[in-house]
């Protein structure tokens, strides 16, 4: 479900937030809020809440599936890397958009990732207005230019 038009109304766009930090999680809500744009964030506070939301187990049964995933990597149980792995080995998931939020900010982290299967990797940012915009161009960029067709994902 990416933002569009069906039968000329704009639909919703759905974003995950996986990221043991409330006050990042805080400041993603935030800018994504400041887009004016009909995106509903959920949030996950580690990698294993993460995957639960993603596969739709236990309590998150009905959890709708996510245009764009935003994953920090350093998490406590499965890190952001487990959670990329999982993601790429599910059927259902694996054309998931997935990007990197994280500090860690070394070429090896990002290769792993990228080889993981991120989508793209960015490295937070200690200059708010810098990660601010960072965040609204991967919501942008994610849930509008780069749309998925309804009902494109593999079955």
């Not at 993601?87 to 860690?104: C, K, N, S």
């Not at 989508?119 to 509008?144: F, G």
Request: net charge negative; aromatic share 4%; charged share 30%.
């Amino acid at each position: 479900m990416s933002t569009g038009t069906r039968g000329g109304k704009v639909s919703e766009a759905v974003i995950l937030l996986v990221d043991d930090d409330p006050d990042y999680r805080m400041l993603v809500r935030d800018a994504i809020e400041s887009l004016g744009r009909p995106i509903k964030v959920f949030e996950c506070v580690d990698g294993c809440d993460g995957i639960r939301f993603l596969q739709r187990v236990g309590s998150d049964k009905s959890s709708p599936r996510p245009d764009l995933v935003l994953l920090d990597l350093e998490m406590p149980g499965a890190d952001g890397h487990e959670v990329l792995v999982r993601v790429r080995a599910d059927h259902r998931l694996r054309d998931l958009p997935v990007v990197v939020m994280t500090g860690l900010d070394d070429d090896e982290s990002e290769r792993r990732a990228l080889s993981n299967g991120a989508s793209s990797y960015t490295c937070k940012v200690r200059d708010t207005q810098d990660m601010l915009r960072r965040i609204e161009a991967a919501a942008v960029y994610w849930t509008t230019v780069h749309r998925q067709l309804p009902g494109a994902s593999a079955a």
